[in-house]
């Protein structure tokens, strides 16, 4: 088992986080913002940043060579579709993409939104741990969780309306 820490400062054990996000186990702060047969997509459960999607395979597996055919298509098409969504309703211009074999979790890409402020970390992969931790250090704030919901929302009325 493992302890996870979330956005919201509760913590959880659990085996594989992935497996209970994506079986319904673990409910990410609200809820999942699409989903297909093959992979789930929730606001990051541990950082409280508007628009940081995870997009997580249902089945448990770690690399880009493990999908089937049908996953490879899936994946594509929703990532993109995600994407667009983020662009369309919450006006992020750019975003950086991390997906690492060696997690604890199923494989999954973060798609992690830039927004302004993060550029007083840097503008390189080096940044996004630093914005990540504070994030969750010093953005934990009503007013900011009530806008990470917010798009949240606006995000699953885009992606399945």
């Known amino acids: 088992m493992r302890k996870i820490t979330l956005s919201n400062g509760k913590s959880v054990e659990v085996e594989c986080l992935s497996c209970a996000l994506t079986s319904g186990l673990i409910k990410p702060d609200g809820g999942v913002v699409i989903e297909t047969e093959y992979f789930h997509a929730h606001q990051d459960v541990a950082y409280p ?51 690492n074999e060696d997690t604890i979790h199923h494989f999954h890409t973060w798609m992690v939104p830039r927004y302004e402020w993060m550029y007083d970390f840097g503008r390189s992969v080096e940044s996004v741990r630093p914005v990540l931790l504070h994030a969750r250090n010093n953005m934990n704030t009503r007013a900011n969780k009530k806008d990470v919901m917010s798009a949240i929302e606006d995000l699953t009325k885009e992606l399945n309306g």
């Open 49 to 99: 940043i508007k628009g940081l999607i995870i997009l997580a395979s249902k089945r448990h597996i770690k690399c880009f060579d493990e999908l089937t055919e049908a996953e490879k298509l899936d994946y594509m098409n929703i990532l993109t579709k995600i994407r667009k969504a983020q662009r369309k309703v919450l006006n992020i211009e750019n975003v950086y993409y991390f997906y």
